[in-house]
């Protein structure tokens, strides 16, 4: 057993292929290779296509680590890699169907491109693929390895696992992945899915071949080597010209999948909460106002983001914008909005805030909870603290130590409470026992915040019935 150097946190994540290991000094990313691991990365790295891939933003930056960082990584490894830094780390299973969809295209994408010069890729899993806003980027620079003649994709099925299966679940059934995703870090197995693709649902894009067949397959060469499965391919004419034509199709079929739900409550929400065009501007001023006192902020999370409205105005004065949202259907048409616009600053992901994304995989660790990866430098939390308060029953003072817990060291919280008397707040209250909520009141709010920080700037909108803070945390 290897020792870890100190200040040096290796990735929970990254443990699964021995032959490389990615650690993280301070905001440094770094990657040990083994000696073979080391050797494949030269051969990429003078390759043509690979830094062409990396100049289009396709794939992370990525290049040898200087001298004077590579030792923090460990004496153990033949060569240290250096990475660029994601700015928000996300799991497949906070992404809406198009964003899964665009990352299953350029895993695809890159996967053809690699086979073209002699290199394919290893895995095949959605956690190989992270986001710059609305762009997705291909950040597994280990995966890469080069072709043998006769094997086949050996990502395949960790491909259909956490991309094809759930687009298909979806595109197909309307039934939303998210929940399918966050219940199995593997992803949706072959056979739990097949019952549900039926009679004539076999015959939909896709589910006979890499479902109904690929499940045979496997069942049929359960008790088969992977040596054994490799020679019969081979002796069968598998070729790496027939491995291309067949990411083509997958390449095909994907591009086909298509879902797009019917509006919900929360897509038509700006229109139907109740605010005055002053209410509008006063809140607008006040948010751009907030989050330029940050000084540039690194991380602006926008919670309960809707239609990214705040969002947009936050992204001009921040590096990175997280807009949170629970409905699929909304982060659906917000992302596909900000890929339009070529944005590259927001994120939109799908997290429900009373139910937020926990630590899963291996011992819990290995995909960080919604809370463990969020350490913003402002907290947009507007028109939110009401629907958790009333709508989900999560005491007023457990709302404020969220978003304090959200919130880096000396960072802000901006903050919209509604008061009692706000149509909004009294339609969610009507549903509610009598007395159910006696704690919530702007003086309970106030003192709550003014607990936890300091409050440096309050405004009441021209309604009347809604006031802005915005909190220095722990200030």
């Known amino acids: 057993m290897t020792s870890t150097p100190t200040g040096v946190r290796p990735e929970p994540a990254s443990f699964r292929d021995p032959a490389n290991r990615v650690f993280h000094v301070g905001d440094e990313v770094l990657r040990g290779l083994d000696a073979q691991a080391a050797e494949h990365w030269r051969t990429l790295a003078a390759s043509p296509f690979f830094p062409t891939l990396v100049s289009a933003g396709k794939v992370c930056a990525t290049e040898d680590a200087p001298a004077t960082l590579a030792p923090a990584a460990g004496t153990e490894w033949?060569?240290?890699?250096?990475?660029?830094?994601?700015?928000?780390?996300?799991?497949?299973?906070?992404?809406?169907?198009?964003?899964?969809?665009?990352?299953?295209l350029l895993h695809l994408e890159i996967l053809r491109t690699a086979l073209a010069e002699g290199f394919t890729t290893k895995d095949g899993s959605a956690y190989n693929l992270q986001w710059r806003g609305a762009k997705p980027v291909f950040i597994d620079i280990g995966s890469f390895t080069p072709v043998r003649d006769g094997e086949p994709w050996a990502g395949y099925r960790q491909f259909c696992q956490t991309l094809l299966y759930p687009l298909l679940l979806t595109a197909h059934l309307g039934v939303d992945f998210q929940p399918w995703l966050r219940a199995q870090v593997d992803g949706i197995e072959a056979e739990q899915l097949r019952p549900?693709?039926?009679?004539?649902?076999?015959?939909?894009?896709?589910?006979?071949t890499h479902l109904h067949l690929h499940g045979a397959m496997q069942q049929r060469n359960a008790a088969a080597s992977t040596t054994d499965v490799k020679a019969q391919l081979r002796a069968a004419g598998y070729s790496r010209q027939l491995q291309a034509a067949t990411v083509r199709g997958i390449e095909k079929l994907v591009r086909r999948l298509e879902h797009r739900p019917f509006g919900s409550h929360w897509s038509d929400y700006q229109r139907t909460c109740g605010y005055s065009a002053r209410d509008r501007v006063a809140k607008e001023q006040f948010v751009v106002a907030a989050v330029a006192a940050a000084g540039r902020p690194r991380l602006v999370l926008d919670l309960g983001a809707n239609d990214g409205r705040y969002s947009r105005l936050a992204a001009?004065?921040?590096?990175?914008?997280?807009?949170?949202?629970?409905?699929?259907?909304?982060?659906?048409?917000?992302?596909?909005?900000?890929?339009?616009?070529?944005?590259?600053?927001?994120?939109?992901?799908?997290?429900?805030?009373a139910d937020p994304s926990p630590g899963g995989g291996w011992r819990g660790v290995e995909r960080a909870g919604f809370a463990q990866r969020a350490s913003a430098d402002v907290v947009l939390a507007l028109a939110l603290a009401h629907h958790l308060a009333i709508g989900r029953n999560v005491p007023?003072?457990?709302?404020?130590?969220?978003?304090?817990?959200?919130?880096?060291?000396?960072?802000a919280v901006v903050v919209e409470f509604v008061h009692p008397d706000d149509p909004m707040a009294a339609r969610l209250l009507a549903n509610k026992p009598d007395g159910l909520f006696p704690d919530y009141r702007r003086d309970t709010f106030e003192r709550l915040l003014a607990a936890r920080g300091r409050i440096t700037d309050r405004l009441e909108l021209p309604s009347g019935t809604r006031t802005l803070y915005r909190t220095v945390m722990g200030g």
Request: charged residues 20%.
């Open 396 to 411: 007023l003072p457990e709302v404020v130590d969220w978003l304090a817990g959200l919130t880096a060291p000396g960072g």
């Open 196 to 208: 549900l693709f039926g009679g004539t649902r076999r015959l939909r894009p896709g589910v006979l």
């Open 316 to 353: 001009g004065h921040a590096d990175c914008v997280v807009a949170v949202e629970q409905d699929p259907a909304v982060v659906d048409e917000l992302y596909r909005a900000l890929r339009s616009e070529g944005q590259q600053r927001i994120l939109p992901l799908v997290v429900d805030l």
């Open 78 to 104: 033949a060569a240290v890699l250096r990475h660029e830094r994601i700015p928000f780390v996300s799991h497949p299973y906070e992404w809406s169907f198009a964003m899964l969809r665009d990352a299953a």
